[in-house]
Nanobody
Framework: QVQLVESGGGLVQPGGSLTLSCAAS????????MSWYRQAPGKARELVAR????????NYADSVKGRFTISRDNAKNTVYLQMNSLKPEDTAVYSC?????WGQGTQVTVSS
């Protein structure tokens, strides 16, 4: 069955960095676009970043452009989200998405 397992979340101070990972299994990872979404308390879920199957093309939410980088390693069936210059408003549960399936999410909290 399809599994998407996120890791790497945690508590970080404003201006800090975190790297999230999503390990995928149960489908042909190298043929699938991958996305990261986030949902803050009381807010709708929003697309943070997306990467095509080959990794050639990416797109980002305006709120994270220039600070976040999505990448993938098709040999490891893993997609990453490098998050720099984190702000309190980046606090949310971050989830991996592919082919109509969701991971369980990982909490990112940005606070001093």
């Amino acid at each position: 069955q399809v599994q998407l397992v996120e890791s790497g979340g945690g508590l970080v101070q404003p201006g800090g960095s975190l790297t999230l990972s999503c390990a995928a299994s149960g489908f042909t990872f190298s043929s699938s676009a991958m996305s990261w979404y986030r949902q803050a308390p009381g807010k709708a879920r929003e697309l943070v970043a997306r990467i095509t199957s080959t990794g050639v093309a990416t797109n980002y939410a305006d709120s994270v452009k220039g600070r976040f980088t999505i990448s993938r390693d098709n040999a490891k069936n893993t997609v990453y989200l490098q998050m720099n210059s984190l702000k309190p408003e980046d606090t949310a549960v971050y989830s991996c998405y592919a082919n109509l399936f969701w991971g369980q999410g990982t909490q990112v909290t940005v606070s001093s």
